[in-house]
C-alpha cells in the first residue's frame, strides 16, 4: 500500500532537547518536503529536498535541521534553537498522483509536537 | 512571495447546503491544489487544477488563470465535509515544487 508515514503521531519533549520526527515514503517520489502548521494558519515551509543529498530551507528553517541520506526518508531534527517549536508538522513529497497527473502533492498524517 | 488569500476564512452551513470558496492567487501559477484537511490533520488532495474545470463528485473547481482564481464548489454538502480547506500554488517558472498555502477556510456542516 503506497504511501507517507510519519511518526510518532504525538510527541513531547522538554526545553532544551532535541527531538527527531521520522518521514518515510514508498511512492518513489524524488522530492520531499516539511511543512509546519499553527492553529488557525495555512502551511509554512521549512525544508525541502529534490533529491538524494541535497535540501534547500524554507521560509522558517531556523531552529531546524534535515538529512536526505535515502530516497524514502527525510527526517526532520527540532533543535533547541526554535524558539516556539510548539506545532504540527507535515511531511510530504511530490511526484506523479494516482490519476497519473504530474506534480502532486501528498501528505503524510502529521506529527503534533508539544514543548513542555 | 507568491500571495494566497482564500475566502471566506469560516462557513456554517447546513446539511444539503451548496457553497463556493474562492482562492486569489498574486501572480502566474504552474500548479494549483486544493486540499481538505479533516479533524484528525490529515491533508487530503482535492483537485490539481492550474486551470480549467474538474468534477469530482460533489465536488467541483475552476481555475481562471488569467484572472489569478480559483473556486470550489461543495454541493449537497454533508457533515463528514467539515474539515479546513486549503488553496496551495506553486509559482510559474519554479521548479522546486514549492507550494504557497493560504489560510483556509474552515467549513462547519451541521445535521
Known amino acids: 500500500d503506497g504511501g507517507i508515514t510519519q511518526s510518532p503521531k504525538y510527541l513531547f519533549r522538554k526545553e532544551g532537547q532535541n527531538v527527531t520526527l521520522s518521514c518515510e515514503q514508498n511512492l518513489n517520489h524524488d522530492a520531499m518536503y516539511w511543512y509546519r502548521q499553527d492553529p488557525g494558519q495555512g502551511l509554512r515551509l521549512i525544508y525541502y529536498?529534490?533529491?538524494?543529498?541535497?535540501?534547500q530551507k524554507g521560509d522558517i528553517a531556523e531552529g531546524y535541521s534535515v538529512s536526505r541520506e535515502k530516497k524514502e526518508s527525510f527526517p526532520l531534527t527540532v533543535t533547541s534553537a526554535q524558539k516556539n517549536p510548539t506545532a504540527f508538522y507535515l511531511c510530504a513529497s511530490r511526484g506523479k498522483g494516482l490519476a497519473g497527473v504530474r506534480d502532486t502533492q501528498y501528505f503524510g498524517p502529521g506529527t503534533r509536537l508539544t514543548v513542555l | 512571495g507568491i500571495q494566497v488569500e482564500q475566502s471566506p476564512p469560516d462557513l456554517i452551513l447546513q446539511e444539503g447546503a451548496n457553497s463556493t470558496l474562492r482562492c486569489n492567487f498574486s501572480?502566474?501559477?504552474?500548479?494549483l491544489q486544493w486540499f481538505h484537511q479533516n479533524p484528525w490533520g490529515q491533508l487530503i488532495n482535492l483537485f490539481y487544477?492550474?486551470?480549467g474545470t474538474k468534477q469530482n463528485g460533489r465536488l467541483s473547481a475552476t481555475t481562471v488563470a488569467t484572472e489569478r482564481y480559483s473556486l470550489l464548489y461543495i454541493s449537497s454538502s454533508q457533515t463528514t465535509d467539515s474539515g479546513v480547506y486549503f488553496c496551495a500554488v506553486e509559482p510559474r517558472g519554479s521548479t522546486l515544487g514549492r507550494l504557497y498555502f493560504g489560510r483556509g477556510t474552515q467549513l462547519t456542516v451541521w445535521p
Open positions: 529536498s529534490q533529491i538524494v543529498n541535497d535540501f
Open positions: 487544477i492550474p486551470s
Open positions: 501572480d502566474s501559477v504552474n500548479n
